[in-house]
């Protein structure tokens, strides 16, 4: 989750795409960089470290120019140290990125095998070179940055320069966002508004799959068939201080959107993407030795854990006890001598929670600690501290914190894999490639909320909803339920699909929705069995799926949702986008308070 700011202005630039980056710094601090033309000539000034060191440099080796880019780095490919900051040169380009090109090896070795030098590890400075090779291929630089961009695959959002052209900058994005702020003779690109705040309060957002043309006269914007469209433009309201919903209606539905670029950011903390390994940063303990792993959390955070439990168990043949943390503190639970504990929180001060993680602290077991707030009191009484990286989540009902929280016990699970001997060298590689498709796909399944707010327009006329899953769908059905009931307030149960016929079944007729999450996985056909169950009990069928599992399950529905075909490793994490948009969708035809549901907090400190 990196930051960027581009200005094309009347002014020498440097020093305001710092300022602007110092507002996007929560977003990356390994290092920044700013790139400018003057007279024709690219020159930059990149730091490794916070902007402070940046902002040093450029005192002592001036930058000018009216025209610039700049960024602030949080690393994915490559060590975090200048040779690996952006901006990335390559001839006549520019470039800054934040997201993952996921072909980035493919492309990496195609340019080399034509003679492009690559100076750094990044999955970045092939964008620079490929885009490079078009204008020496005799492609004007517009048209050069379009033919670049359709190679891409992955989640990313771009800014480039041109040697030469000093009313230039071309953005992209493809999952991560980017607004355009609109001025008098200037214009401007940031990651988010609150960048372009002290410069404009006009912006435009880009949508998924926009590229921008941007010169002070003004922008054009096109599509990735090349064809021209209009983006409307708004008032902001993004201050220094303020956290803006952008375009969105609703912190919930912007956050649900961030998440393709927010698991990105996680991943890269544990992933490296470059060597297709998973990180081996110290650890108060050693999974090669651990006996038994304990993880305890609240609400969706609990539900997290849960389908970590899947993962651990299953890969890493690591037994994992599982508890609601109001439980786990009271219980006495005993915990063996080679185990661990992992206490799982967004705000990292759950009273619940808490109160665990100082019963295993007196136990004497090592503690790890997965949380989205790094100063929190849960992180500060850990051994170790598993960041989940999702930014600020303003929304009580979690979603971009539960996928984050997916992402980091994901990596964590990979990691014992290879630490413990119960995968290969080569099964790590494509569970890493698996994890690495994550952002990208997770964009793709947001492009389906036309759909689902169809569907969700119908679900509004009900009173009460089941969800049904086996594997890791079940942990997600009552994710599912969870999300509906607290922010529509319909009444909703999630099951493990099994068992539907131990007493479920009852419920079930015309008047009752059920929303079955079922991949085509190992155990589809089983699920489809209880899909027969509630069809001929005149139960009203949601089914979420793929192409294979829409295509064989041969049941008629109230609708099918059709996702990308995934590996069967990222499914929980994808899953999670549709059952959070039904939700959210509901609850807005419901007219409820959906950032802010009735009796509900976002941090809950009292037991």
């Not at 990149?46 to 930058?63: D, F, M, Q």
């Not at 957002?205 to 983006?231: A, F, K, S």
């Not at 110290?282 to 030795?289: G, K």
Request: charged share 25%; with cysteine; glycine share 8%.
């Amino acid at each position: 989750m990196c930051g960027i700011v581009g200005i094309v202005g009347r002014a020498p630039v440097a020093p305001l795409i710092v300022d602007a980056l110092k507002r996007l710094e929560y977003r990356g601090y390994d290092s920044a960089g700013v790139a400018t033309i003057l007279d024709g000539r690219l020159d930059r000034r990149r730091a490794e470290g916070k902007l402070v060191n940046l902002e040093r440099r450029i005192a002592e080796s001036p930058l000018d120019g009216t025209i610039g880019i700049g960024h602030t780095r949080w690393a994915t490919h490559g060590v975090p140290n200048e040779t690996n900051a952006h901006p990335h040169f390559s001839n006549d380009v520019a470039i800054v990125h934040n997201g993952i090109i996921e072909n980035f090896a493919e492309i990496r070795a195609e340019l080399q095998a034509d003679g492009y030098v690559f100076a750094s590890q990044t999955d970045t400075e092939v964008v620079a070179h490929l885009i490079s090779r078009e204008i020496d291929r005799g492609a004007a630089p517009v048209d050069a940055a379009f033919a670049a961009l359709k190679r891409l695959e992955g989640a990313f959002a771009l800014a480039i320069l041109f040697r030469g052209d000093e009313d230039l900058i071309v953005g992209a994005r493809s999952g991560p966002p980017l607004a355009i702020g609109h001025g008098d003779g200037e214009m401007y690109l940031g990651s988010d508004a609150i960048a372009l705040a002290p410069f404009t309060n006009i912006v435009t957002y880009l949508e998924d799959g926009d590229w921008v043309v941007l010169r002070r006269g003004g922008l054009e914007i096109y599509d990735m068939n090349g064809e021209r469209i209009e983006r409307a433009q708004q008032q902001s309201i993004g201050t220094r201080f303020l956290v803006d919903k952008g375009n969105h209606r609703h912190f919930m539905e912007k956050e649900i959107h961030e998440q393709p670029e927010v698991i990105s950011h996680t991943l890269a903390h544990y992933i490296d993407f470059t060597e297709r390994t998973t990180r081996s940063d110290a650890l108060p303990f050693d999974f090669a030795t651990l006996d038994r792993i304990a993880i305890s959390a609240c609400g969706t955070a609990y539900l997290a854990g849960l389908i970590g439990k899947y993962w651990f168990e299953r890969l890493a043949r690591l037994p994992v006890d599982i508890d609601i943390a109001s439980e786990f503190r009271y219980r006495e639970m005993p915990l063996v001598k080679n185990s661990a504990a992992f206490f799982v929180s967004q705000s990292g001060e759950t009273a619940d929670t808490l109160a665990s993680l100082r019963y295993c602290r007196k136990e004497g077991i090592p503690i790890g600690a997965i949380v989205n707030v790094a100063e929190s009191t849960i992180a500060r009484e850990s051994d170790c501290i598993f960041p989940t990286l999702a930014g600020p989540e303003i929304g009580v009902a979690s979603t971009k914190a539960f996928t984050c929280q997916l992402s980091v016990l994901a990596s964590l699970a990979l990691r014992a894999a290879k630490e413990r001997g119960t995968i290969s060298a080569e099964e790590e590689k494509a569970l890493v490639r698996a994890l690495s498709e994550t952002p990208r796909i997770a964009s793709q399944v947001l492009k389906l909320d036309r759909q689902i707010e169809k569907v969700a327009r119908e679900l509004s006329h009900y009173k009460h909803a089941l969800y049904l899953g086996r594997d890791t769908n079940y942990p997600l059905a009552m994710e599912g339920a969870l999300k509906l009931k607290e922010i529509s307030y319909i009444h909703a149960e999630g099951y493990a699909a099994g068992e539907l016929k131990h007493g479920p079944i009852a419920l079930i007729d015309e008047n009752m929705p059920v929303i079955v999450i079922a991949p085509h996985d190992h155990i589809f056909d089983k699920t489809v069995s209880n899909m027969q169950e509630v069809a001929a009990r005149g139960g009203k069928i949601i089914l979420i799926t793929d192409a294979k599992g829409a295509a064989k399950a041969g049941i008629e529905t109230l609708e099918t949702i059709v996702l990308p075909d995934v590996p069967e490793m990222i499914a929980p994490i994808i899953y999670a986008l549709p059952i959070q948009m039904l939700a959210y969708f509901t609850a807005v035809f419901m007219g409820t308070d959906v950032d802010q549901p009735r009796n509900l907090a976002k941090s809950v400190t009292v037991e």
